[in-house]
């Protein structure tokens, strides 16, 4: 039970002492009788907020950035009228800064034996699953004069899922893959191994290509086409070390790289190509497997849903060992991790003769555009050491590169916005080589 205002300033204008006494206590209630009695009256007449009954429908699921809705339906099975506010509680990160009194509270009433419906609408910041809190209702009286409140919880579970803005790329690279693959008017010759078709030689084409067998049954030289390779084996290592927790524009790189590898596993599979994903530290933190060409992609969103960078440590042998037992025959392994100098010479370079040999490694790594910032500013003697200092981390992250490629790894080093494309780009060539 709870005064409201109104009955709070009733009690303060026309207030008369009374005496109230019990069972081993004796007090003054600064009342007059009247207003007692109007008060004992309205909170006898709000409805009970104990036997309420609350259910909830709504999104599951909501792309970070997007919007969801989750309705909460009040049923009053009492025989008074239900007038109430009621607060819909979520964890902060299920709303944008300074939205949440708004969204979270609602005035509903609700005849006797009757049920009405109200909606909170979320808008995330954050990825990963977002549990609904306890539901907070105040029942008032007819009056306004004192209210009976409650709070009943009704378990409700949002996923946010990654927002994959680099969907919008996916247009122009599947446009280069049917090129790769010859099915528009402009025939690329690819450097794959599996034949595709005969054609007429015309000048320009590789010598090596022509077809003497196919040319002595015919009166034209013919040369063979290619296609890339279908059917290959593709595996996304998502390192989620404590190098992956590093926040660029305002985002963690593990961010970055899921946007990348979302995008390649879309171009990939598009490919027919399959597509597996190991996130590691020290231990497998997600893993998809086996999944087919329709499946492929919205398994990897789940997937990375609750993925959060951990810090700690990126065990890179353990790493290596979970990758080949993921990857038990030949593939192309692609590699999200940094190119920090200490990570990849004391972690990945011992290991890296290991997955070398057997598959074809890819490492992608999200650059900091602020450094690139860095290192143009001039005008004064902070911005001239500002821009030694760049320049010093960016030599360094160069060397790292160089280090891996003397390897036989094919190295993507980009900004988050330019990551998916160049990665998208780094596939297409190692397809079009024929490297797969």
């Known amino acids: 039970m709870a005064l409201t205002g109104r009955a709070a300033l009733l009690a303060a204008l026309g207030s008369l002492p009374v005496g109230i006494w019990g069972p081993g206590w004796t007090g003054i209630l600064a009342v007059n009788a009247p207003l007692a009695l109007a008060c004992a009256c309205d909170f006898a007449l709000a409805a009970p907020v104990r036997r309420l009954g609350l259910t909830r429908t709504g999104d599951t699921t909501a792309r970070l950035g997007d919007s969801a809705d989750i309705s909460l339906t009040v049923t009053n099975p009492s ?130 290509s022509i077809d003497w067998r196919a040319t002595a049954r015919h009166s034209t030289v013919a040369v063979r086409t290619w296609r890339p390779e279908r059917d290959r084996h593709i595996l996304l ?98 590699l999200m991790t940094t190119l920090d100098t200490a990570p990849v010479e004391e972690g990945l370079l011992p290991v890296l003769p290991q997955l070398t040999q057997r598959h074809t490694v890819l490492v992608a790594s999200v650059a900091d555009p602020h450094i690139a910032r860095m290192a143009a500013s001039r005008g004064d003697v902070d911005a001239v050491y500002a821009a030694a200092a760049a320049a010093q981390s960016q030599t360094e992250r160069h060397r790292t590169a160089e280090q891996l490629r003397r390897h036989g790894v094919t190295v993507v080093d980009a900004t988050p916005d330019e990551l998916p494309p160049a990665l998208a780009d780094a596939y297409l060539a190692l397809k079009s080589a024929g490297r797969l």
């Open 79 to 208: 025989r008074r009228p239900l007038r109430a506010h009621l607060r819909d509680a979520w964890p902060p990160s299920s709303w944008q800064p300074g939205t949440e009194t708004e969204a979270s509270r609602h005035r509903l009433t609700v005849p006797p034996g009757e049920r009405r419906r109200v909606t909170t609408r979320l808008r995330p910041s954050r990825r990963g699953d977002h549990h609904a809190d306890r539901v907070t209702i105040r029942s008032y009286g007819p009056l306004g004069l004192f209210s009976r409140q409650g709070a009943h919880q009704v378990p409700w579970t949002l996923r946010v899922l990654p927002p994959f803005t680099s969907r919008k790329h996916l247009p122009s690279k599947l446009a280069r893959l049917r090129e790769l693959d010859g099915r528009t008017s402009v025939l690329t010759r690819g450097e794959g191994t599996e034949f595709d078709s005969l054609r007429e030689y015309v000048p320009g084409d590789d010598t090596r």
């Open 237 to 334: 290592v998502l390192d989620t070390g404590r190098t992956s927790a590093g926040r660029v524009d305002d985002a963690p790189r593990l961010d970055a790289s899921m946007d990348a590898a979302l995008l390649l596993a879309a171009l990939a599979s598009r490919a027919g190509d399959r597509v597996d994903l190991l996130a590691y530290d020290r231990r497998v933190r997600a893993l998809v497997q086996g999944r087919t060409a329709r499946d492929v992609l919205p398994s990897l969103v789940n997937a990375m849903a609750t993925l959060e960078p951990e810090l700690v440590e990126t065990n890179a042998r353990g790493l290596t060992a979970a990758a080949l037992r993921t990857a038990p025959r030949r593939s192309l392994i692609v």
